[in-house]
């Protein structure tokens, strides 16, 4: 095993004038082959997401979340509160379960400092946002210990918020963000130590799992395969409530939800118009076979709850051929939904494509409630 | 510039015992392949240093003035968004720290925040404001800091696509050590390093009245090229 800093000066400028023919490829061509693969498939993970505006709850938050791959080792969890009147107090307990039935409680010593279930004061509101937008708690997770627990490929991150003193003061949002890789290790999945390359040697076969030109593949293919997410939504507690986007429709029709409080500036995933429909969501695809209305492989699930009985069925919309797609006979919850395979056109003016999502229930189902959308690339 | 293909000429590697060039020692490497490994690289040097930011649930029946009061109706500064709790009808927030990286020819990326909102009628005008600001600890915006802003007074839900060119003056250098989890201990594996800038966006409306509600729907945050 050997390490290295990765691409301390950044990514490298390629030239296809570098390697002309008539002349030898050499160490220098595969090093700085190397640093541009490394920092695409370690410096830019491609998972992050965010809950906005978590109101005290019996019942958590959750996001889903899938590991761009295991060369990315460590993610970092901040929680702010917006300061409201006098002081107050919270506390943001987060528990972390994997698709396979596993899970990781606050208590374990993986969870970082401030998402314990940690008393925290809120200072009062100045009415300088520069002193009312504080932190309540900082830590970085190691997915690689996280893992040897949670071996399902599929996590779910669920924060409770509890608000122990106190009658209005809420958590501003909980951010979670992979972070780029510091170092190159040849013992990982992708990674091209470049430290014992000569720049006189010619390149090298080497192999897939140390060094060489099979190793830059390997981690070229890495990069192909971040898997980077398009929709990360969560900000609403796993309550069969008013407040929790919502159909009773038997028919498609957007998930809506109300006003926690009256007066209270809420969030939803319908659009709010007159007859609501769902919102439409925007965004720039990666092109990563080519850019076509075909666009590129992409997957979404649903955190979700039927209620009643009977079963629920989901449908994302987006500009790709193939487009709606329809995940049919969830039933129960809460809980994960299937994955459903979906596309994102990256044909569009400037790789810009649109999702939004639909739901209706069926077999005697009076709602469904969903408080968590992932949509994430899916490329084979 | 290095992405003349725009897409990946994805090759299989040969098995150890296989003898397909270039992928096994001794066999020629054709600069066919070189090019190839330099186009599919600098595709992805572009295409995984621009990415989906933030996606949320936007800010729906907010109804807070701007700090000027129902009179100002002009696309507002950050200075003029109250920020305030969102259980007084505000709409404003943190669209969170991220790390941004050059694309393959040097530029910086543009981030844009895309959104669609109406306003309530009755003569009201909604504003909002993008804007971001050196660093990764979600710092507040500073005066002087770029923004981008406008308003609106449709009923009809209209997309808005607000846009700031990042560079060095909007990215702060962070270096700081990772420490995992909660226990104390003595080495730290490695630092998070990079270049970084926090987004910040707000709105107001110009009615002040929770029966005149203003609509921020499904906001996007993404970088995109110049």
């Known amino acids: 095993m050997s390490t290295e800093p990765c691409a301390p000066l950044g990514a490298p400028l390629l030239f296809y004038a570098a390697t002309p023919t008539g002349a030898v490829v050499r160490s220098p061509h595969l090093i700085a082959w190397a640093h541009a693969a490394n920092v695409c498939a370690l410096r830019r993970p491609a998972k992050r997401f965010q809950i906005d505006r978590l109101r005290p709850s019996a019942d958590p938050y959750v996001v889903g979340y899938t590991r761009t791959s295991t060369s990315i080792n460590y993610a970092r969890l901040r929680w702010f509160y917006l300061a409201d009147t006098a002081y107050e107090e919270l506390q943001v307990d987060l528990t972390i379960r994997d ?130 997410a398009y929709g990360a939504l969560g900000s609403w507690s796993a309550t069969s409530g008013t407040a929790t986007p919502t159909t009773a429709s038997a028919t498609w029709a957007p998930l809506i939800a109300a006003a926690p409080v009256a007066g209270f500036t809420y969030q939803s995933i319908d659009d709010g118009a007159g007859t609501p429909a769902a ?57 994960w939904s299937d994955w459903l395979a979906v596309a994102l056109a990256t044909n569009g003016a400037s790789q810009l494509d649109t999702w939004k999502i639909e739901a209706q229930i069926a077999g005697g189902a009076t709602n469904v409630y969903v408080s968590a959308v992932q949509i994430d690339e899916n490329v084979a | 510039m290095v992405d003349t293909l725009q897409r990946l000429i ?41 990415r989906t930011l933030y996606s949320g649930g936007g800010w729906r029946g ?50 844009k925040l895309t959104l669609m909102w109406r306003g309530p009628g009755g003569g009201n005008t909604i504003g909002g404001v993008f804007a971001a ?41 962070v270096r700081e050590p990772i420490q995992p989890g909660s226990a104390s201990t003595t080495s730290l594996p490695e630092y998070l390093r990079g270049a970084w800038a926090t987004f910040w966006f707000g709105a107001y409306n110009t009615s002040g009245n929770s029966a005149s509600v203003g609509d921020v729907v499904a906001p996007v945050l993404y970088l995109t090229t110049p």
């Open chain 1, 279 to 335: 919102a439409i969501y925007q965004t720039r695809v990666r092109n990563i076979g080519a850019t076509a209305v075909a666009g590129e492989a992409c997957r979404a699930r649903f955190y979700y709850r039927v209620v009643g009985g009977g079963t629920a069925e989901f449908r994302v919309t987006t500009g790709a051929t193939g487009s709606p797609f329809t995940l049919t006979g969830q039933a129960g919850g809460w809980k």
């Open chain 1, 99 to 228: 698709s396979a039935g596993n899970s990781v409680a606050s208590s374990a010593t993986t969870i970082p400092a401030g998402f314990k279930n940690e008393t925290r004061t809120c200072l009062g509101f100045t009415g300088i946002p520069s002193e009312d937008y504080r932190e309540g708690g900082t830590g970085y997770l190691d997915l690689d210990a996280l893992a040897a627990t949670l071996v399902g490929a599929d996590w779910s991150f669920e924060f409770t918020v509890t608000r122990p003193t106190g009658t209005v003061v809420i958590v501003d949002r909980i951010e979670i963000q992979e972070l780029p890789r510091d170092i190159v290790d040849s013992a990982e999945d992708y990674g091209l130590v470049t430290l014992d390359a000569d720049p006189g040697d010619p390149i090298f076969a080497g192999s897939v799992s140390q060094t060489g030109f099979r190793r830059l593949h390997r981690t070229l293919d890495g990069a192909r395969l971040v898997q980077r």
């Open chain 2, 133 to 173: 600001t050196p660093g990764g600890d979600g710092q507040f915006w500073r005066p002087g800091d770029p923004h981008d802003a406008a308003t609106e007074t449709t009923t009809t839900l209209t997309r808005k696509t607000f846009s700031l060119q990042l560079s060095e003056s909007v990215l702060a250098a």
């Open chain 2, 10 to 50: 994805r090759r299989v590697l040969a098995t150890t015992g296989g003898t397909s060039a270039p992928f096994v020692d001794g066999e020629a490497l054709p600069s066919g392949a070189a090019v190839l490994a330099t186009s599919d690289l600098g595709h992805l040097l572009r295409e995984s240093a621009l």
């Open chain 2, 62 to 111: 907010f109804y807070l003035q701007a700090t000027g009061g129902g009179t100002y109706t002009s696309a507002p500064p950050p200075s003029s968004i109250r920020w305030a709790p969102p259980r007084i009808g505000s709409a404003c927030g943190c669209l969170g720290s991220h790390w941004v990286e050059r694309l393959p020819d040097g530029q910086w990326p543009v981030a």
